[in-house]
């Protein structure tokens, strides 16, 4: 009944993801290599957790 206003976790892995991925992009610009590597590491760590939502049905 209340399920309308539950948060979508998806939503909110994929917005960290994006923003995990243009910080690593500006750091990669700014020639900052190990910033690049360690933003992109996260944003794989996310992006891993959103399969696993999109994989487990509702």
Do not use: C, H, V, W
């Not at 892995?13 to 020639?31: D, F, T, V």
């Not at 290599?33 to 487990?56: H, P, R, V, W």
């Amino acid at each position: 009944m209340f399920s309308i206003f539950k948060k979508d976790p998806k939503k909110k892995l994929n917005k960290q993801y994006s923003e995990k991925l243009e910080l690593a992009m500006k750091a990669q610009r700014n020639g900052d290599i190990k910033g690049y590597s360690m933003l992109t590491s996260e944003a794989e760590d996310i992006y891993k957790e959103i399969q696993k939502l999109e994989a487990t049905p509702n």
